[in-house]
């Protein structure tokens, strides 16, 4: 089942071919967790010199797309506040505020801060379909921890955890 397209995605990541790396959103609770695929193909870039005799989907990228994957739960969570605030202003008549379909999401994708504990079970290949698990968790101001893990079929080959940050 597909929750998000790559139009989808596109409309909410600032990322760009080649360095969009999310092709389908499968499952997901806005500002809570999520699950995308990433398809690894021959003709990635990156293939060209990593390494040019045997083809492996750089780890960073893998991290990348893990990064990606949270940036989709935190945007939908953060539209998902902003149309509950909007249709709670205009029910009280408080304030006039800016409809949410005018505002440009992929602005406030945050930044990666930290890679903690990152392992790296098995190569990604050519041919492999990577699907890639996202949880927030614990929240300190605008730092979040995100538990991420990325699988190939049902073999973990990716898991550790990321910091985030929100957009000032």
Same mark, same amino acid.
């Given at each position: ?91 009280? !008549?408080? @304030?006039?505020? *800016?409809? =949410?379909? /005018?505002?440009?999401? &992929? ?42 893990? !990325?699988? @190939?079929?049902? *073999?973990? =080959?990716? /898991?550790?955890?990321? &910091? ?5």
């Amino acid at each position: 089942m597909t929750v998000m397209n790559a139009d989808e995605i596109r409309k909410l990541l600032p990322h760009r071919w080649p360095f969009l790396l999310l092709d389908r959103v499968t499952e997901l609770k806005p500002g809570v967790s999520g699950v995308g695929i990433k398809n690894v193909t021959i003709s990635e870039p990156f293939f060209e010199g990593h390494f040019p005799n045997e083809s492996i989907m750089p780890g960073v990228l893998i991290v990348e797309a893990l990064a990606q994957m949270t940036a989709v739960v935190y945007c939908t969570g953060a539209l998902q506040a902003m149309r509950e605030a909007e249709q709670e202003a205009v029910a009280t !008549a408080e @304030v006039q505020v *800016e409809p =949410v379909e /005018e505002i440009d999401i &992929s602005s406030r994708v945050g930044y990666l801060v930290a890679i903690r504990d990152m392992k790296f079970m098995k190569p990604v290949v050519p041919g492999d379909q990577l699907l890639l698990k996202v949880k927030i968790g614990r929240s300190l101001g605008i730092l979040s921890k995100v538990n991420v893990a !990325a699988y @190939v079929g049902k *073999e973990c =080959v990716v /898991e550790g955890t990321l &910091s985030v940050s929100q957009r000032p």
